[in-house]
T-cell receptor
Framework: GAVVSQHPSRVICKSGTSVKIECRSL??????MFWYRQFPKQSLMLMAT?????????EQGVEKDKFLINHASLTLSTLTVTSAHPEDSSFYIC?????????????FGSGTRLTVV | GQQVMQIPQYQHVQEGEDFTTYCNSS?????IQWYKQRPGGHPVFLIQ?????EVKKQKRLTFQFGEAKKNSSLHITATQTTDVGTYFC???????????FGSGTRLSIRP
């Protein structure tokens, strides 16, 4: 089946630094990648949608200058949290349509737990 | 915008008891998907329902899509400790080509 590899799984960084999270589709081409964040015991909140070769679409309330998304190839999408602050600590997770369109569900990466100290 | 409401938020059951989570939408859905997220893990796709009144089964799990395609349910018969996790429904928002997740139901089980 479709696999999305997400790295790193955990990261601790200091306030003010930037962190890059990568998601790679291993056995399929992901023209679209969705980025979510999830706070403890809460649902997944869509942050942005990245499309290969074009600018990402951000959800209302998400700062595009703080959460930089790049989708330079059909197999790689990255999310960079810039000038991180403790309130950015969260679980970040990517997902992509796993097969031919939505009929096969969405395949999620394993997530990145970010802690900003 | 389109919202998917899910209840209950939490459910704590004795092992062997049944469990049901419900999703409701104010608008007609083209389809609905169900995901399971184990503690500390990531969501895993379980199933998709498309047809009005559709019922699908996966072993002890039964998924239903309402006749009006505005609600759905997931029923687990005779829960086991391996069923622990959070179950999310998700609706496809065709206008934006993205899925919207319900708030999730967290299932915990007493052995």
């Amino acid at each position: 089946g479709a696999v999305v590899s997400q790295h790193p799984s955990r990261v601790i960084c200091k306030s003010g630094t930037s962190v890059k999270i990568e998601c790679r589709s291993l056995d399929f081409q992901a023209t679209t990648m969705f980025w979510y964040r999830q706070f403890p015991k809460q649902s997944l909140m869509l942050m942005a949608t990245s499309n290969e070769g074009s600018k990402a679409t951000y959800e209302q309330g998400v700062e595009k200058d703080k959460f930089l998304i790049n989708h330079a190839s059909l197999t790689l999408s990255t999310l960079t949290v810039t000038s991180a602050h403790p309130e950015d600590s969260s679980f970040y997770i990517c997902s992509a349509p796993g097969g031919t369109g939505i009929n096969y569900g969405y395949t999620f990466g394993s997530g990145t737990r970010l802690t900003v100290v | 915008g389109q919202q998917v409401m899910q209840i209950p938020q939490y459910q704590h059951v004795q092992e062997g008891e049944d469990f049901t989570t419900y999703c409701n939408s104010s608008t007609t859905l083209s389809n609905i998907q169900w995901y399971k997220q184990r503690p500390g893990g990531h969501p895993v796709f379980l199933i998709q329902l498309v047809k009005s009144g559709e019922v699908k089964k996966q072993k002890r799990l039964t998924f239903q899509f309402g006749e009006a395609k505005k609600n759905s349910s997931l029923h687990i018969t005779a829960t086991q400790t391996t069923d622990v996790g959070t179950y999310f429904c998700a609706a496809f928002r065709s206008s934006a080509s993205k899925i919207i997740f319900g708030s999730g139901t967290r299932l915990s089980i007493r052995p």
